[in-house]
């Protein structure tokens, strides 16, 4: 795709988002292909010799993660993309990310599980592993888009949010967004907000590498910048960047780089109501089968039921205030997701059964249809 003029392009998600990342400034890719997210790894590695980026393709989704890592410390702006069982390899050294607090982007087009499942086919069963999947208490951003001129955007804020805060963050699609091609607007580059990481104005003999007497996110500095020198460990560490044992350091940085999510919600919540003012009937959904869902509420309003949709486009953290706000207002709510039940239990934790809470959930690779959400929709009305 040449430079947007404003026209529509019809495009895959994944092409969709490895157009964004490069309007974000990505630079660097790192990956291993699996299906159904190969065709990220394919465009990355046509646009970014172009553009004076670097592709490289590792000898696995360890690796993958890895290089991703090095090369944000070494100051790239840096994507990888996945599906489930790489997502899976990748949650160690995402952990190291999280704790060596490298911004990049983890794109993971969700697909049939457990273990290979069904490679070619969608599923929504990864959203628990996003903000779990990883050992130890970590903050999460994870995003899910569910049109692709919203992945095209939202693969832009989940950079800016990487770089802002310096922290991965992870983009959730599925095999339905990866594959369907769909009309795109593509912004003209310079109508977009794009951050970039706050670098130190510190001189190297007085740098810190986790100087927090500048806020909760550090300034930074690359790798091999003249003068400078750090040291990364995935140990807990003090402001040198050296390990430490010190309960009272460990306790006040792992509560910091939880407060980096935790204190700019502002930043990171997104959702989206759909006919929701006047409902009395709640539906949840998010990415695919959101759509869906949008075609479930326009049915019952035709046979007189007033639904409405909560769609969360920030799926972690999850909007507990929102969707509380939103529930008061229900009889009760179908929880609408392609899988065997995750996301229902944030569901059922946030409105603590002052609502009946139902669960409409489909594996077996075949989306949930909107015949399905409205019979869920028909129990509570």
Known sequence: MKESNGEVKFLPGNIVVAEAAVAAGCNFFGGYPITPSSEIAAHMAALLPRRGGHFIQMEDEIAAMGSVIGASLAGAKALTATSGPGFSLKLENLGFGYMVEAPCVIVNVMRGGPSTGLPTHPAQADVMQARWGTHGDHPTIAITPAFHQETYMETIRAFNLSEQLRMPVILLLDEVLGHLSEGVRPPKPGTFEIINRKMTDQPPDKYLPYDTSFGDVPPFVPYFEPGYHWHTTGLNHDETGFPTTNPELVTRDEERLMRKVTGNRDLIDKVEYYMADDADVGIFSFGSTARA????????????????????VTLWPFPNKQLKDFAEQLKGIVVAEFNLGQMVYEVERTVQSTIPVIRRTKVGGVPITPAEILESVKEIS
């Open 293 to 312: 869902a949008m075609v479930a509420v326009k049915h019952a309003r035709e046979q007189g039921i007033k639904a409405g949709l909560f769609r969360p």
